[in-house]
């Protein structure tokens, strides 16, 4: 099928998939620039510790874990993960995982937790907040809601880690971390 042959339902090319990711992120990147300048706020702190790295590795197996195990026992949030991982893995080539784990996982909680958590407060409601917007950004059809509730429950997750940590560098690598991995076991399995 040709790219003027596409229909709405096919899936995307690998060059369309970078491409939006590519944009994505400098969008996210750019709100979150534009937010800062004119609200005058600061990013919320982050910094190399010894700490942020195994927290954020621990905090992204434990992400991982659970999706495994939810994506086991609801239905529902099986079939929109397939849809959803399938319509951006799907063209993707294995050295591309390494951009949709990087890309999101900076741009995302860079805006997400970086700026709304200190913009709506640094509490329990900011956390909240961020975490609805989160999940809103990853809800692809009402048809898929699972999915969109999933990544609410990640972003709440996310961000109480950022306010338990003080440090945003926990959520970034929490965030990498679920995206490489993720991709990974669903690039296998459909290889195996």
């Known amino acids: 099928m040709t790219q003027q042959q596409r229909t709405p339902d096919s899936p995307l090319t690998r060059t369309q998939i970078l491409v939006a990711m590519g944009v994505t992120a400098v969008i996210l990147l750019l709100v979150t620039k534009l937010w800062l300048h004119f609200a ?27 999706s495994a195990l939810i994506y086991r026992l609801w239905p529902g949030y099986r079939r929109s993960a397939d849809f959803y991982i399938e319509f951006v893995l799907q063209p993707l080539m294995w050295p591309d995982i390494i951009w949709l784990g990087l890309l999101p996982g900076l741009s995302e909680e860079l805006l997400f937790r970086g700026v709304m958590l200190p913009a709506f407060g640094l509490g329990l409601a900011a956390v909240v907040i961020s975490s609805l917007c989160f999940g ?52 296998l399995g459909r290889t195996a």
Do not use: D, M, Q, R
């Not at 999933?150 to 965030?175: D, F, M």
């Open 136 to 187: 809103v950004l990853h809800l692809s059809s009402v048809e898929h809601w699972p999915y969109g509730v999933w990544a609410t429950i990640v972003g709440l997750l996310l961000g109480y880690s950022a306010l338990y940590t003080g440090n945003l560098l926990v959520p970034i690598v929490a965030h990498i971390f679920t995206n490489l991995v993720s991709s990974c076991f669903w690039k």
């Open 40 to 66: 005058a706020l600061s990013l919320f702190s982050w910094s190399w510790t010894v700490e942020a790295l195994p927290l954020g590795l621990s905090l992204g197996l434990a992400i991982t874990a659970a």
